[in-house]
């Protein structure tokens, strides 16, 4: 099962590191992590991880707490929260297709943030479950390169 934990940490070298001894050690698998500073000495990191067992996160959650550089762990994934996902997706496009694309990727409200000669580049935020039916949208028109940044939210309230 996916799960998303929510990780305040001190903003210092090694921190990610350990986090993800800890993940290791306990054979959890990483989906995605995005850090982000949030104050001077204090950094979010969202971790999607995919786990057999509710007990197995918990767990997870426990030794993440025990970690001295870490402030607080939680799990979201039943809160009410936020969670988004950039992607920026290069697409061969010849002068043809361009606006056939165009109106493909508007109901995503996506953006051309690129142009040149023989592709462009189209950038989307949204959920997961949006990026992935965005990038089979474009599959058919050719994607040359594709960078996603992995999910980061909030929870709601």
Same mark, same amino acid.
Do not use: K, R
């Given at each position: 099962m996916r799960r998303i934990l929510m990780a305040m940490v001190y903003n210092k070298s090694g921190v990610l590191s350990r /986090?993800?001894?800890?993940?290791n050690r306990r054979q959890v698998n990483i989906? &995605?992590?995005s850090v982000g500073e949030v104050e001077s000495d204090i950094s979010r990191m969202t971790i999607v991880v995919k786990v057999d067992t509710l007990s197995e996160v918990e767990q997870v959650t426990k030794q993440l707490n025990k970690q001295i550089e870490v402030v607080k762990? &939680? @799990? /979201?994934t039943t809160d009410p929260h936020i969670e988004r996902e950039l992607a920026l997706i290069k697409v061969s496009a $010849?002068?043809?297709t361009r606006s056939e694309i165009q109106a493909v990727i508007a109901p995503f409200r996506a @953006? /051309?943030?690129d142009v040149a000669q023989r592709t462009i580049v189209v950038q989307v935020v949204g959920t997961h479950e949006k990026i992935?039916?965005?990038i089979d949208v474009l599959r $058919?028109?050719? /994607?040359k390169q594709l960078a996603r940044t992995g999910i980061t939210g909030l929870k709601r309230g």
């Open positions: /986090i993800t001894s800890v993940l989906e &995605s992590i762990v &939680s @799990d /979201i $010849p002068a043809a @953006d /051309i943030v992935n039916a965005f $058919p028109y050719g /994607i």
